[in-house]
């Protein structure tokens, strides 16, 4: 990692209050080059305090954008840090429309030329997004990284049709907290910050309520997925993404929709960062000068070759071994002019044997690794051996080196015995030692095997052909390796398990097969990047502890009783001290515990604490939550507390239960 210290233009910066029409205020931090003339605005626009929470990454981008002529600007979206008004939903049309009235605010500014561009990582990439999709006339260009444009199919909520246990539970949980910290009282003013907090708080309620009650691909899934009218985004559209990344397929489809004078596609080997950060996996490449290039000929008018790339750019990794971490993954750069891509061809696999009664433990996927991966030690998939012996598994010879680039598909004839089941499948390279190392994998609810907008129970003892999807990868299968196709019927905690699917399901080979999108290899890939680089950071410091770190990810098994338990701590926190003083301290743990045989003893619970301090006010705030859910045959069951104390006073506390009906899920 470069750290740039010398930039074309000197900057400043400022907070400044943003009005919108119906009299609230957003918080906002500007970085400006100091120059006479006007530059085109970058907008970054998401919920995560640029006060504390995100200012170490802010620091590490919006100087550096400055600093080559741009106003860039860190906005928080109502409700959150220290923007005024009540939180809402996420990406709720309120949050949408301001951001519209953000961007026409910016570009009205004696300092900005008109311009805007957008950029943002996750919540910040979604609603890049969403907001092109509303198409303001000023937004020229977007960068969207790691974002979805599916919210049902491609997000922390569902997959294939099924609850995502794993993240619909834990981002609940962790979106509860996050929306219950408080303003800073130096940004917002010693005597109204707790005003301000109390009533943020009593208008919080948990996200998962809403998220649960929608379990098939309706209305409120619809708001906000640019899938459902791609025409309808005229800004320029960067779609970046990491192969483990959960949203990389969102790439493949705007590069695929979009049209290829105004999209570029560019996909790593990352995990859920941004490509310059240097996090496992890397390769780390020079993301901020690429996007600069992106800036430059959409909102200059300068002739960078932006639009010279190939429309994808694309990482196919090598064979490594099993790990749940790496430093970095061997492969190279490939190019292609669309997608989808003409030097990609469909290669089918017929599956053989008789047929097999796959009746998978419940604690089957307590080796899957974290839904989203963020560059931890024990983040990806461990060995899949054991996942393996729990599945029923198919293996096809490597005779030639194949690289595969897209979204594998299934095809698979099923008799079920019960109405209600989820088929999981996943995509292993097994060395000759043994060794499997997961590729990719795809889940599909049988009763969305009709579509996800509707719930169609399976008629008990038929036989029916699925066909679904595996998520997009980048894969080079060595000569000498074997392609494992493993197919279960639970993948707990990722996939929340439907009452009954203990029976499983018999899996006919005759009348099954793989498909994998083969590439075209290439001797001599061209492809380079520049070395990363970032502005100066801030300056946050990390005291040292003496409490022993617990695991990060810790499987229990109770041998006698039958049950699994995995312990999680995501590792989000710890403390940090600012440079103005601010302590922010956070910590949380996951807990998700199963009986092999019982699928209705699934459990999902997180707890968070987190702490901001400022001594020399003094002010000390502390949240606390309990978030759990739990369920039967018919419900989800869902508990949620929210405890928060100014200094030793409590000054909210409040409990929710509720019943939720299990309807798809």
């Not at 907008?43 to 200012?55: I, N």
């Not at 901020?288 to 196919?316: C, F, M, N």
């Not at 003094?618 to 949620?640: G, L, M, Q, R």
């Amino acid at each position: 990692m470069h750290i740039r210290t010398s930039f074309p233009y000197e900057t400043t910066h400022e907070d400044i209050w943003i009005p919108l029409a119906d009299g609230t205020r957003l918080y906002a931090r500007v970085w400006r080059p100091l120059t006479d003339e006007p530059v085109p605005a970058l907008l970054e626009y998401l919920p995560h305090r640029l006060t504390d929470w995100t200012a170490p990454r802010d620091w590490q981008r919006h100087p550096w954008y400055a600093g080559h002529g741009y106003a860039s600007v860190r906005v928080d979206v109502r409700g959150h840090g220290n923007s005024e008004g009540m939180p809402t939903d996420e990406y709720s049309a309120v949050e949408l429309a301001d951001g519209v009235e953000v961007v026409n605010w910016l570009a009205s500014q004696p300092w900005c030329t008109g311009k805007v561009g957008m950029f943002g990582i996750s919540w910040g990439g979604f609603n890049s997004l969403q907001i092109a999709a509303l198409a303001p006339e000023p937004l020229k260009a977007i960068v969207t990284v790691c974002s979805t444009d599916d919210r049902y199919d491609n997000d922390v909520h569902y997959m294939g049709g099924s609850v995502l246990a794993v993240d619909m539970h834990a981002w609940a949980a962790t979106m509860l907290a996050f929306v219950s910290r408080p303003p800073d009282p130096v940004h917002v003013g010693q005597v109204m910050w707790r005003d301000l907090w109390v009533k943020r708080l009593e208008a919080v309620a948990p996200y998962v309520h809403t998220w649960l009650s929608h379990q098939t691909r309706d209305a409120y899934w619809r708001h906000g997925s640019v899938c459902e009218d791609y025409g309808a985004i005229r800004a320029a559209v960067l779609a970046v993404g990491g192969w483990h990344d959960p949203y990389r397929d969102t790439v493949l489809r705007l590069v695929e929709n979009l049209p290829s004078d105004r999209v570029r596609g560019l996909i790593g080997p990352w995990s859920h960062q941004y490509p310059d950060r240097g996090l496992p996996p890397g390769p780390a490449i020079g993301f901020l000068q690429e996007t600069l290039r992106w800036w430059d000929h959409h909102l200059k008018g300068i002739d960078t070759g932006a639009l010279s790339t190939p429309v994808l750019r694309s990482y196919v990794m090598d064979a490594h071994p099993p790990a749940t971490v790496y430093p970095e993954l061997p492969g190279r750069w490939v190019g292609d002019p669309g997608w989808p891509s003409p030097a990609v061809n469909p290669v089918s696999y017929a599956l053989r044997g008789a047929p097999v009664l796959v009746r998978s433990p419940q604690h089957t996927g307590v080796d899957a690794g974290r839904f989203t991966p963020f560059g931890n030690d024990a983040d990806l998939p461990p060995d899949q051996r054991e996942e393996d012996a729990r599945s029923a598994c198919f293996e096809f010879e490597v005779p030639e080196e194949t690289w595969v680039l897209g979204r594998p598909q299934v095809r698979l004839r099923l008799t079920s015995p019960v109405p209600r089941g989820q088929v999981i499948a996943r995509l292993c390279d097994v060395a000759p030692g043994g060794a499997s190392t997961l590729v990719t994998r795809g889940v599909l609810n049988l009763s969305a095997r009709h579509g996800r907008d509707q719930a169609v129970p399976w008629k008990p003892g038929t036989t029916e052909d699925v066909v679904f999807d595996l998520n997009a990868i980048g894969y080079a299968f060595p000569p000498g390796h074997r392609i494992r196709l493993a197919v279960s019927s639970a993948y707990w905690p990722w996939i929340w398990p439907q009452p009954g699917s203990e029976a499983g399901f018999t899996l006919d080979p005759t009348a099954s097969s793989l498909e994998l999108p083969v590439r075209a290899r290439e001797s001599t890939p061209t492809l380079t990047f520049e070395e990363p680089e970032e502005a100066e950071p801030l300056g946050v410091a990390v005291p040292a502890t003496l409490d022993e770190p617990r695991p990060e990810r810790l499987v229990v098994r109770d041998v006698a009783a039958g049950t699994w338990r995995l312990d999680v701590d995501p590792r989000y926190g710890g403390t940090h001290v600012h440079p103005d003083g601010l302590e922010y301290t956070e910590d949380a743990q996951e807990t998700y515990t199963i009986d092999e045989s019982d699928p209705l003893s699934a459990r999902a619970r997180s707890t968070w604490s987190i702490r901001l301090h400022r001594p020399d006010l003094p002010w000390d705030a502390h949240i606390t939550t309990t978030s759990e859910i739990t369920c039967d045959a018919e419900h989800f069951i869902t508990s949620d507390e929210v405890i928060c104390k100014d200094g030793g006073e409590v000054v909210f506390h409040r409990t929710w239960e509720k019943r939720i009906r299990r309807t798809a899920g």
